[in-house]
């Protein structure tokens, strides 16, 4: 259930904090290039377990890992961090709206508020936590964000355009053509109807989402292109 995770969330939210912290203080005083630099750090760490719960969950992908849970199950533990980074990237944003006056990004609150009801209702109802490891192991493009962001801070062009090139190609052959494949697995099995009866909400839920966060990538996609254009002719 969702509220037995709260006391486990708030450690990680802490967490997160922590790294954000540390790296505005320790590393990078300016705020919007400390935000990314802190982000890629968490998206190694969030990339890293969803890619590990991606291959305990493989076996489920038929059911385009849309399927019951035990309460001790290990991935539930995957679900939680997660929660805890977009808890904790709500709480920079609002830091860096009232101190530094910067207004966050709309996309990004959009693509948050999804993932934390998503999250929250696999929790609540013990449903598709291998769907969360997929969206962690899409995670990888954020990756690529900090290094852009660490290519700045050492003044090096060369790094720049190496995480410009990569984020681009992260999205093109893995992060779109991943939810493509959700998106296909979660239609194939409404339309096959051969799931658990209790879980045809979850599916339709799932199709809306996986189609909201398609959308989000196209939007992503053509941001990542100019800078693509820019470094390449550089």
């Known amino acids: 259930m969702f509220l037995s995770a709260l006391p486990a969330i708030a450690v990680a939210t802490l967490a997160f904090t922590l790294v954000h912290v540390w790296v505005l203080m320790r590393v990078e005083p300016a705020y919007p290039r400390a935000f990314k630099l802190s982000r890629g750090v968490a998206a190694v760490v969030l990339t890293a377990i969803g890619f590990v719960g991606l291959g305990l969950a493989l076996p489920?992908?038929?059911?385009?890992?849309?399927?019951?849970?035990?309460?001790?199950?290990?991935?539930?533990?995957?679900?939680?961090?997660?929660?805890?980074?977009?808890?904790?990237?709500?709480?920079w944003m609002a830091y860096g709206s009232l101190r530094h006056g910067i207004s966050p990004r709309r996309d990004l609150i959009?693509?948050?508020g999804l993932g934390a009801a998503a999250y929250a209702y696999a929790l609540q109802i013990?449903?598709?936590?291998?769907?969360?490891?997929?969206?962690?192991?899409?995670?990888?493009?954020?990756?690529?964000?900090g290094l852009e962001a660490?290519?700045?801070?050492?003044?090096?062009?060369a790094v720049q355009r190496l995480a410009a090139r990569a984020r681009l190609i992260v999205l093109s052959i893995w992060r779109i053509p991943l939810w493509v494949f959700a998106l296909v697995m979660c239609i194939w099995n409404l339309s096959d109807g051969s799931y658990a009866s209790d879980l045809t909400f979850v599916f339709q839920f799932s199709t809306v989402c996986l189609i909201l966060l398609l959308g989000l990538d196209a939007y992503w996609w053509r941001k990542c292109l100019p800078a693509w254009r820019d470094q390449a002719a550089a």
């Open 60 to 91: 489920d992908w038929k059911d385009a890992f849309l399927v019951h849970h035990e309460p001790g199950d290990l991935l539930r533990w995957g679900v939680i961090i997660a929660y805890g980074h977009l808890m904790s990237d709500f709480v």
């Open 110 to 112: 959009f693509h948050h």
């Open 126 to 145: 013990e449903v598709g936590y291998g769907m969360v490891m997929v969206t962690l192991a899409s995670e990888i493009m954020p990756c690529f964000t």
């Open 150 to 157: 660490y290519g700045k801070y050492r003044a090096s062009e």
